[in-house]
């Protein structure tokens, strides 16, 4: 059997929406030479030497994790200081990543849903809605969603919570305590960079007395946004999403801005 070559496992991995980067030699020895790396697999090809392949390798995960391209140098052995390339050709090396777009999972399927889930597709993310009652989490209510899920919190989480990153986001807009406790629960146990949970500020305080008792700490619930959104005056459902939107901007990017849960005093 021929193995596909670099170029059509790169182009499957591409159409399947698969994180991938594409390492190319663009100066130095072995200009042209490819690597096609992936998070949680060997890499394909080689750069020319296996130091090499293994640093580029490393960096080029680091690049998918940021959704960043660049060009990088080393020596043609992969070293990286500037003492160990005195005298040494240098390498320079194209990293082409290609990350899925950033994840937004709403859980309830309530009346903000469908405003948030408008605004994050605008933004680019891929939104889930996840609601337990099924007459509620329709795709029909929600056909802006690229995923509706009739499921409670944990399955999802146990599931595919290793898959979420920095880049991504939890919204939890239910105010049932059967629903959003482990929504909360699953979320802080994955590396999302942003959990929002919507209620008001006295919502918000009976919410963490049920999360303390099952054992979230107050160092975990630092991570939390709530009350949800930036302290924007927003009350329709289309400018709250705006607000939620806002924020993750915001905490993605180290701004510091008004947020409702760093404020006193009415959320709306």
Known sequence: MIEPSIFEQYEALLRSESPVALATVIEGPGVGTKLLVQPAAAPIGSLGHPELDRVVARDAVAELEAARSGVRSYGPEGQITPEDLIDQPTVRIFIESHAPPPQMWIFGAVDFTAALARVAKVLGYRVTVCDAREVFATPRRFPMADEVKVTWPSPVFDELGSELGSRDAVCILTHDPKFDVPAVQGALATRVGYIGVMGSRKTHAKRMERLAAVGVTSEDSERLMSPIGLDLGAR?????????????????????????RDSSGDIH
């Open 236 to 260: 329709t459902p289309e400018e709250t999403a705006v607000s939620i939107c806002a924020e993750i901007i915001a905490r993605r990017t180290g701004r510091h801005v008004p947020s409702l």
